[in-house]
């Protein structure tokens, strides 16, 4: 069963920063893809960004050019560094990966960005 559990939300000003942090269970994490989401009240779930197991990433327009998605493998834990945050990013922000063809997620981690 793969675990995964998102850390580092919180309550920051317009402009600030926060880094978020998911941990995922499992010895074969490498080789999966993971990314971040997002989900504001009464709104959809939404792609932030997402990274390969070799690296490469995509970002959703919003974020693009603030958020930086990143992975440490030998930690098996994914990142998203969020700069220059906007009010229009608070949102409950969810940790996932797809390992054979299944979808994971975490439990989500708030962000609320004050203006």
């Known amino acids: 069963q793969v675990q995964l559990v998102e850390s580092g939300g919180g309550l920051v000003q317009a402009g600030g920063s926060l880094r978020l942090s998911c941990a995922v269970s499992?010895?074969?994490?490498?080789?999966?893809?993971a990314g971040w989401y997002r989900q504001a009240p009464g709104e959809q779930r939404e792609l932030v960004a997402t990274i390969t197991g070799g690296g490469s990433t995509n970002y959703a327009d919003s974020p693009k050019g603030r958020f930086t998605i990143s992975r440490d493998n030998a930690k098996n834990t994914v990142y998203l560094q969020m700069n220059s945050l906007k009010p229009e990013d608070t949102a409950v922000y969810y940790c996932?990966?797809?390992?054979?063809?299944?979808?994971?997620w975490g439990q989500g981690t708030q962000v609320t960005v004050s203006s």
């Open positions: 996932n990966t797809v390992q054979f063809g299944r979808d994971y």
């Open positions: 499992g010895s074969s994490f490498s080789i999966w893809p």
